[in-house]
């Protein structure tokens, strides 16, 4: 017998469109919300071979909800029996069960039971029904136009029920809303679900799928209207957004100008949408609603960390610091190890998203063995604009090493230039894509001597998925890291050791401290060196913990690194460990324990955010 899915009649059926029941439940919801928490009228059994289904039904059968209703009068008893019958097939047909057998009896209850009578239900599901074969199509004018020809093959190869896949109203439901959401993530954000039909034959266990799409207009951005902005310069707040107008509709875009504004600084909330009611959709407003920050912020933060002890800091924000108007950002950081100030001042950005910067920095640290105190004076422009950041900058660095044969006072001028692209498929949470990095630096040495150099910095990271999906849709993966880097001048030019390389700690070399890895002087004091490698290899792979399938990761691996003034004279320092990760909403939360070879000791890396 073949059951059409609009057949309201037929509560196989009716349970695809959501209705059956929904009379049954809306009636009986106000009875059903006088139940006490008094004596059992009754108690509910479900048998099945299937234990899923018995743990499901009895979950979720209305009937459950008047097992404690007072005073449960015969007649209305009879009647929640034979409702519950209808009920149970809903619920099994949501599972993709359409021909189930069911018998249902009342027995006195035994001997210590706590309700006087036993409702069973004998379940005997049958085969689950499968999907015989679908059809996907699109409204004009967008089935003929050539342009979403590849958005059209996208819903059509990602659909989510194959020919021969278990039909469930739960996977039917996701499918169709899986197809919906990629129109409107792209031209189509008005898209809706124009029909859609499952054809049941319940004897055979088929199911026959239907499904079509009206996308409505295609959109295109135009200007971006601003809703609460009385601070700041409304020109340069559009000049962050950077709506990309006159382009095709993606809310990819949409929402990475949302998430820059949120990032600026300049306001403590920020929700961009699209106007769907705008007459021309070639020329579709976005709208901008936003909540300033307060002009000043000051926040004091108190830490500890296993490489320098307690820590203190305090940062302090400017949105519009005199005399430029500009933002500034200042910093200060206390611990045993480093004793740190900085600030940086950024113009708003100019149409072609440049904005110029300034910064100065003070430091007094711990080199190796040594002690050094820095200044670095910058000053330059950044661009960032899709998936990639740029930087150009003119970079004064000064510092005085003590201690032992230290090597004194050098200085340098520099100009620098510096490229980041990030291909992700993610941007907190990555598990597939690369990132690449270089920067590049020529400039000279003015003290003791002047001496030109050249500094140069490589690194990458890319995330490789191997094997199977699992039952939640995940899969284990690579994680690939490595960066280089180099200072190259004469072998007696002495550069400032701030623009020198050490390594080793959360992000570099696990298994040893922070910048642990370095060189030794002539005297064989530990220092910095022109040369640096760093290279991992950690495998990820899915767990599940605290009945959390989703979010939880286990993972190995091996870091090698090495620091050295003569690249010919190099020693690898290798850590090997495990760890736990957690893809929190703000980004991977990441609890490693690392075996240092060289040093033979254990040490815990704790770790929140990817950096990159």
Known sequence: M??????????????????????????????????????????????????????????????????????????????????????????????????????????????????????????????????????????????????????????????????????????????????????????????????????????????????????????????????????????????????????????????????????????????????????????????????????????????????????????HAHNRMPPLGWRAVSHLALDARTQAASTQWTAMPQASGWARFLGAALERAEVGDFKSDSMSLQGGRSQSVGHIDRRHALQYDISRVEGGDAPGSSSSLMASSGWTGRYFDRKINPTAGYGLGAELGAGFTLTPRRKPFIRGRLRALQFWPIGQRNEAGRRSRLALRGEMGAVLADKGVQVPASLLFLTGGDTTVRGYGYESIGTRSQAGKFYGGRTMTVASVEWQRPIRLMDNDRDWEHALFVDVGSVSDDVHRMTLHTGVGTGLRWNSPVGPMQADVAYGVRTRQLRLHLRLGLSF
């Open 2 to 315: 073949v059951l059409a899915a609009g057949l309201a009649a037929l509560p196989a059926c009716g349970v695809l469109h959501g209705e059956g029941g929904d009379a049954m439940r809306t009636e009986g919801a106000a009875e059903a919300a006088e139940a006490s928490e008094g004596a059992l009228a009754f108690d509910l059994r479900v048998v099945s071979a299937d234990r899923d289904i018995a743990g499901h039904l009895e979950q979720h059968l209305e009937l459950q909800r008047y097992s404690r209703f007072p005073d449960l009068r015969a007649a209305e008893f009879e009647r929640l029996l034979t409702e519950a019958d209808s009920n149970a097939r809903e619920l099994l047909a949501a599972l993709g069960y359409f021909d189930p057998t069911l018998k249902m009896r009342v027995q006195d209850a035994t001997e210590g039971s706590a309700a006087p009578r036993t409702v069973v239900v004998e379940v005997a599901p049958g085969e689950r029904t499968r999907v015989a074969g679908y059809e996907i199509g699109f409204a004009e004018p967008m089935n003929s136009d050539p342009r979403a020809a590849a958005q059209r093959r996208r819903i059509v190869r990602r659909w989510g029920l194959e020919a021969g896949d278990v039909f469930t109203e739960p996977d039917w439901s996701a499918a169709k809303s899986a197809g919906l959401r990629e129109l409107q993530k792209e031209r189509y954000p008005t898209a809706r679900i124009a029909e859609s039909q499952a054809t049941i034959d319940a004897e055979a266990n088929r199911a026959e799928l239907r499904v079509r799409y009206d996308p409505g207009p295609a959109y295109r951005f135009g200007g971006l209207r601003l809703s609460g902005v009385e601070r700041y310069d409304a020109e340069g707040i559009r000049h962050i957004a950077r709506i990309p107008t006159g382009t095709d509709y993606r809310e990819e875009a949409l929402l990475d100008a949302q998430q820059r504004l949120a990032a600026s600084g300049y306001f403590d909330s920020a929700f961009l949408t699209l106007d769907a009611e705008e007459a021309d959709p070639e020329h579709a407003t976005v709208i901008a609603q936003l909540r300033e920050a307060r002009m000043q912020k000051l926040v004091f933060g108190v830490g500890l960390s296993t490489d320098a002890g307690p820590r203190l800091s305090l940062d």
